[in-house]
């Protein structure tokens, strides 16, 4: 028998509440969730207002692109014109003194944390996209040539390992590096990855189950500048940098741009509805009324997602109204890179008709 989802509908919202409140400690964890995306931390000479008002506008700009995915939102006049008022989207902020690198002085810096539901809004407001801090892992796999030959670049290259953190976070991007043991080095070379090899590197890069793969040759020149080559690659998409630039952040963040400007086209969602009538979600594997609530809940904290009503439970199967932005093929690709879910076959013609008719099909949870 068919059961209508009715009755006691603060009862079912604080259910669900509680329960997305331990599913997001209890999935923290396993999920790659971009870190601190709405942290900014940036040098200043003063704790004057005016500094503070110059350092929270450049704030501003680095969450706008870390959350939209894209440069070109800063090219948007009303943001610009928001930026000019950063303070208003100011969490909170404090000081502190850090030691400058090679040297007995310290530098004062100011750590800003904006508030994420006015980031949101504001982009929504400019139907500018958004996306979520569930982001796609990149392994980055990198040669470095040097007065001893060539080498991977692992933890002991401090100085390069330091520029790949900074600029990944500057992007809002969950970049990984080989352990480089010997697994690694079994599967590939220096050489290997020296010469490009796509398909070597892919081969061994696989173990990390990383969803992107972003591979470089770069060597230090007798002035200073860093000169190589990067390839990212992204399910059967890729794309080749030429670099060369005075500064090595410069060089590694030419390419950290490449991979999050593509991983952003897919995966940000401009805050559209893909329809006024929604879509309709049914999810086997709902044996009780935790497997129900934490799969509302899962939809619910999506970024793409608006609402998640529940409207049909029977057998095991529960259909769910989603308003969603974007489109489509973006939530279904939203929903994929969760892993939360098993996309499974439609129902067949005889069956579907005793249903509400349903335009994504999926296990709970993926196996």
């Known amino acids: 028998m068919m059961t209508k989802i009715h009755g ?3 009862f079912y919202t604080a259910c669900i509440a509680a329960i997305m409140l331990c599913l997001s400690l209890s999935t923290a964890h396993a999920a790659e969730v971009a870190q601190g995306l709405y942290k900014v931390e940036l040098a200043v000479d003063t704790q004057s207002r005016r500094d503070r008002l110059r350092a929270a506008s450049e704030g501003l700009k680095t969450v706008l692109v870390r959350i939209s995915g894209h440069h070109s939102v800063l090219e948007n006049d009303q943001l610009r014109a928001k930026v000019r008022q950063a303070e208003r989207y100011l969490k909170r902020f404090s000081y502190a003194r850090q030691p400058v690198a090679d040297s007995d002085q310290e530098q004062l810096m100011i750590k800003m944390d904006f508030e994420p539901s006015l980031i949101e809004d504001l982009l929504r407001s400019e139907s500018l996209p958004i996306w979520s801090e569930n982001r796609p892992t990149v392994l ?18 401090e100085r390069i390992v330091s520029a790949i953190q900074q600029q990944a976070a500057r992007r ?28 070597t590197a892919q081969r061994a890069a696989a173990r990390y189950k990383a969803d992107s793969l972003l591979i470089g040759r770069m060597t230090e020149l007798s002035n200073g500048e860093w000169l190589g080559n ?3 690659s992204n ?7 030429e670099g060369q630039a005075p500064q090595l952040s410069e060089y590694i963040g030419a ?3 490449v991979a999050a400007d593509q991983l952003a086209s897919k995966y940000a969602i401009v805050p559209v509805k893909m329809s006024e009538d929604g879509v309709v979600i049914r999810l086997t594997g709902i044996k009780d009324f935790r497997a129900y609530a934490r799969a509302v809940a899962y939809l619910q904290q999506l970024s793409a997602v ?7 439970v029977e057998n095991q199967q529960l259909f769910i109204h989603l308003i969603a932005d974007g489109q489509l093929e973006q939530l279904e690709q939203t929903l994929a890179l969760g892993k939360k879910l098993e996309k499974i076959a439609p ?4 069956q579907a008709g005793n249903y509400p008719l349903t335009q994504l099909n999926y296990h709970w949870p993926a196996q």
């Open 347 to 350: 129902l067949d013609s005889l």
């Open 306 to 312: 608006r609402y998640a009503n529940p409207i049909y």
């Open 8 to 10: 006691n509908t603060r």
């Open 235 to 241: 399910q059967g998409e890729r794309s080749e940098i």
């Open 230 to 232: 990067w390839l990212f």
């Open 172 to 199: 809002g991007l969950v970049v990984k590096l080989p352990t480089l043991d010997l697994e690694d080095t079994i599967a590939i070379s220096p050489e290997d990855l020296w010469q490009m090899n796509l398909w």
């Open 255 to 257: 390419a950290i741009d």
């Open 140 to 157: 980055l796999w990198a040669v470095v040539d040097g007065l001893e030959g060539k080498r991977f670049i692992g933890a002991g290259d």
